[in-house]
């Protein structure tokens, strides 16, 4: 297997525990149900921002499809 597809299989990877564990969601919308530190609430921010904006590149770069999309972000977007 080559760089390139064990990267988008790792990458692939990332993605679906960071939604499985609901980075995607705005921490509005978590409050009630879990008390989530700032400092917590923030990492989980950079995560998926970082998570995001790696999807994207290596998707335009691999010429492989997007797996993160903007309609998995719950909530206001602007909290990335």
């Not at 790792?10 to 009630?32: C, E, I, K, T, Y």
């Not at 008390?35 to 990492?43: D, G, H, M, Q, V």
Request: hydrophobic share 40%; proline share 4%; with cysteine.
């Amino acid at each position: 297997m080559g760089s390139d597809a064990a990267g988008w299989l790792h990458q692939g990877m990332a993605n679906r525990l960071a939604l499985d564990m609901g980075f995607n969601m705005d921490p509005s919308v978590l409050s009630g149900t879990v008390a989530l530190p700032p400092i917590e609430i923030e990492l989980r921010r950079q995560i998926y921002w970082a998570l995001y904006c790696h999807d994207k590149l290596s998707a335009s770069y691999t010429g492989r499809v997007c797996t993160v999309l903007v309609c998995c972000t719950t909530g206001n977007i602007s909290f990335l």
